[in-house]
């Protein structure tokens, strides 16, 4: 997926104690959604992808936004292959930023 290289991400300091919370349950879409996927449960898909789609960029993380809006549509299509890419590419970015608070 990725080439390996950090990711650079400056979030607002103000949500400094905000963000190992908000990162964990990403960590927890991913199992969380291929759980979902494993079982078939679109709508579980669906709700976590708008759930993503909705919140990430409040939080500075725009890559995760679109990284949701592509889960959500693909969820919402019954595209198993666009959900595992979606996946794959929301744990190679949680696994690659470097996140600096100004």
Do not use: C
């Amino acid at each position: 997926m990725g080439n390996g290289e950090r990711i650079a991400v400056t979030i607002d300091a103000d949500l400094k104690e905000l963000i190992p919370g908000f990162l964990q349950a990403r960590h927890d879409d991913v199992a969380v959604i291929g759980a979902s996927l494993e079982k078939g449960d679109w709508n579980a898909m669906y709700i976590a992808g708008h759930s993503m789609k909705g919140s990430g960029g409040g939080y500075g993380f725009d890559e995760i936004t679109a990284i949701g809006a592509a889960i959500e549509t693909a969820a919402k299509a019954k595209d198993a292959a666009g959900v595992k890419h979606g996946v794959a590419r929301l744990s190679d970015y949680l696994q690659r930023i470097d996140i600096t608070y100004a």
